[in-house]
Structure formats: structure tokens, C-alpha cells
């Protein structure tokens, strides 16, 4: 990034990311498999960070054409995080979705989060995600 220096926060949730990317690598998709309550967090954890990604991509878009687009931590581990869920929920069985579905909370169920990601010099992909339709629920 050529100007924006991200907070301790930021730095914690990519930290994390990098974490249970490397996890998942060493012992597998079914160590969220077998745990849903990890898995409810995760995509807990993924509508609640995408408020803080999308906010800083509207703060940035003015000076997108002068410095070049620059994606925030936040944005990036956050796309990370919700490949690396999906890649699990690929996997899942329908009761298996249905019981990380009975973990997530109230306000979970009903998040929708827009995921998306940038190329050096333009946005690349934009998807508007349902929490519901994520796990097959809808």
C-alpha cells in the first residue's frame, strides 16, 4: 500500500486470517467441519468486518485516481476468510449447514455483506452475500 498504514485492530484480524489459514492447511477443512460453533464465529466475524472494509473503500474511492487503489487489510483478510468458508461449506452436508446455521446469532442470520476485491488499478468482482444463502438455507 503506498500511504495507508493500518491500525493495531486491522493488523489483528489479518493476523488471525493468516492464523486459521494456516491451520486449515496443516490439519484440514474438517477442523471447521467439526466444530460449527468455529464456523458460526468465522462468518460472524466476516459480516462484522465487512462494515470496516466497505467504509474504507468509500473513504479511498476519491483518491483512488491520484495514489492508485489501495484495499484496506480488512478487505483483503476478510475476501481470505470468506474463500476459506466457503471452501468448507462446499463440503458440508445439508444438517451440517443446518447446525452452524443454529449457531450464528439472530443479527448473523439476516447479515448481508458485499464481498469484493481490486486489481493495481481497478475493482475486479463485487457480489452482494445473504448469510441465509451462504449456507444453503434460503
Not at 470496516?52 to 483512488?64: D, G, L
Not at 445439508?94 to 452452524?100: A, D, F, G, R, Y
Request: proline content about 4%.
Amino acid at each position: 500500500m503506498k500511504g495507508y498504514v493500518p491500525t493495531p485492530l486491522e493488523n489483528d484480524f489479518a493476523k488471525g486470517v493468516a492464523d486459521l489459514e494456516r491451520i486449515l492447511s496443516q490439519c484440514g477443512p474438517e477442523v471447521l467441519k467439526d466444530r460449527p460453533q468455529l464456523m458460526a464465529l468465522g462468518i460472524t466475524v466476516l459480516c462484522r468486518a465487512n462494515a470496516a472494509a466497505h467504509a474504507y473503500r468509500s473513504r479511498m474511492w476519491k483518491y483512488s485516481t491520484e495514489y492508485g487503489s489501495e484495499v484496506s487489510v480488512v478487505a483483503e483478510s476478510s475476501r481470505r476468510l470468506l474463500q476459506l468458508i466457503r471452501t468448507v461449506i462446499e463440503s458440508m452436508l445439508p444438517e451440517e449447514k443446518q447446525l452452524v446455521y443454529s449457531f450464528l446469532p439472530d443479527e448473523t442470520k439476516e447479515c448481508s455483506f458485499i464481498s469484493y476485491y481490486w486489481t493495481d488499478w481497478n475493482k475486479h468482482s463485487e457480489e452482494m452475500l445473504v448469510v441465509r444463502s451462504l449456507l444453503g438455507m434460503e
